[in-house]
């Protein structure tokens, strides 16, 4: 089976004046269709910035990313950002809804911005809407919901366009356990049932046992991998 992200002796450099620090050091791993990854690790041990490389979100200084065959280091800004709108949904800790619009509005936009040509699937917002068990809170703005709902809102944004790829930044990290496991169980969804490739940040040993495989990461590497232990959702 083809892998749909390989990353290839990754290395990420930032520069402040005459200061480097070095965030990414030759970070290497392929993830296959339909996979569930969780990266774990200590703050500062790179988590962030691989997600930010491996979503064309920043370029990396060495190495390469391929995404469902496509190599993103050529590839114009115009063009990163097309492919992710047509490969990948973003999941981040901080939600990003936009406030004036309902939870419905923040679901729709992003159909309407992802460049897909089909309808928005309405048995497909209903099924996401309903497992995530915010059916009856799509009329409302996001001031107007738990942080909860609204992070489950944001799931449901990433999914509706049934993006190849989903990368969740601490999807729950400031959320209560009921909250969580909600938000857990609508991506291990979306992994078996949808066939979606999840990588999943998280500095939680819990929340990452759940997925297929877990990568540890310390100072800018993997330092080992191990498979999950697929903890059952109820």
């Known amino acids: ?39 774990v690790g200590p703050s500062g041990s790179g988590k962030s910035t691989l997600f930010h490389v491996l979503g064309g979100l920043t370029q990396a200084t060495t190495g390469s990313v391929t995404i469902d065959g496509v190599d993103l280091a050529p590839l114009s800004d115009a063009a990163r950002t097309r492919l992710r709108k047509a490969k ?14 309902s939870a419905m509005g923040n679901i729709e936009i992003a159909h309407e911005i992802s460049g897909v040509k089909t309808p928005l699937d309405r048995p497909l917002l209903d099924h996401l809407t309903d497992l995530l068990g915010i059916s009856g809170r799509l009329d409302h703005r996001p001031n107007e919901l738990s942080g909860g709902e609204q992070q489950r809102v944001a799931i449901a944004r990433a999914l509706i366009t049934r993006p190849a790829i989903v990368l969740a930044d601490e ?61 059952a959702m109820v």
């Open 88 to 101: 990948i949904g973003f999941v981040f800790q901080r939600f990003n809804l936009l406030p004036t619009l």
């Open 1 to 39: 089976m083809n892998s749909i992200i390989i990353a290839k002796d990754l290395g990420k450099t930032y520069r402040t004046g005459k200061v480097e620090v070095t965030a990414l050091r030759g970070v290497s791993f392929d993830v296959a269709p339909g996979q569930f990854v969780a990266i």
């Open 171 to 231: 999807p729950t990290g400031n959320l209560d356990t009921q909250n969580s496991d909600a938000v857990l169980h609508m991506l291990r969804t979306s992994s078996r049932e949808l066939n979606q490739t999840v990588l999943m940040i998280t500095h939680n040993p819990e929340a990452a046992a759940i997925a297929d495989r877990i990568l540890h990461m310390r100072d800018g590497q993997i330092t080992h991998i191990e498979a999950g232990r697929h903890v």
